[in-house]
């Protein structure tokens, strides 16, 4: 299996326009996870889904975030508008059954909003 | 105070010397992870227990769920040792991690 896998690895984009980051899990885990890494507040989990269904999203920091899973295969986290305060590296993980084999991450996408 | 508590926050040593970093929880939990991540920045997953005692080549890990601590041990340490290492709780499905411990092992 590839792993996880995020796109884009680096994003650069200008405040106030819309960014898309995608994930592919591993095929067979049933959840997905959206985390966000930055120096001051180190990981921190913003929405995950189970089965295509969002779980838990109360760490979506507010109406400028939304994520989707529209199937087991593939998930969006959008930025609209994006701000400077946004840029962070941005991870996506997924998991069969989280407590008993663990978490895989992709590559992460570095976002860098100007 | 964090949930996820660990110690200590930034390390060095010498190769070839023995490395405990130590990780305190406050939540109760159904797992705990261990990753490792690199200056390049990828998470790689280390160690996932919820009793006992793993052990993955020079990598050991501990959890004592009555004392809700847990243990990464690393025997022999090698510079390509260095990277953050992060526990992470898992009360539910999701991670509350840890703030990182930065270990760097020198020639």
């Known amino acids: 299996d590839a792993g996880v896998i995020q796109s884009p690895r680096h994003e650069v984009t200008e405040m106030g326009q819309e960014v898309t980051l995608r994930c592919k899990p591993i095929s067979g885990h049933d959840y997905l996870f959206w985390y966000r890494q930055t120096m001051m507040r180190g990981l921190e989990l913003l929405i995950y889904f189970n089965n295509n269904v969002p779980i838990d999203d109360s760490g979506m920091p507010e109406d400028r975030f939304s994520a989707k899973m529209p199937n087991a295969s593939f998930s969006t986290l959008k930025i609209q508008p994006s701000e400077p305060r946004d840029s962070a590296v941005y991870f996506c993980?997924?998991?069969?059954?989280?407590?008993?084999?663990?978490?895989?991450f992709g590559s992460g996408t570095r976002l860098t909003v100007v | 105070k964090n949930e996820v508590e660990q110690s200590p926050q930034n390390l060095t040593a010498q190769e070839g010397e023995f490395i405990t970093i130590n990780c305190s929880y406050s939540v109760g939990i159904s797992a705990l992870h261990w990753l490792q991540q690199h200056p390049g920045g990828g998470i790689v997953s280390l160690f996932m227990l919820s009793s006992g005692k793993k052990k993955h080549g020079r990598l050991i890990a501990t959890i004592n769920i009555q004392e809700k601590h847990s243990s990464l041990h690393i025997t022999a340490s090698h510079p390509r040792d260095s990277a953050v290492y992060i526990c992470?709780?898992?009360?539910?499905?999701?991670?509350?991690f840890g703030t990182g411990t930065r270990l760097q092992v020198f020639p």
């Open positions: 992470a709780a898992i009360p539910t499905d999701k991670l509350i």
């Open positions: 993980a997924s998991s069969p059954v989280t407590e008993t084999y663990g978490y895989t």
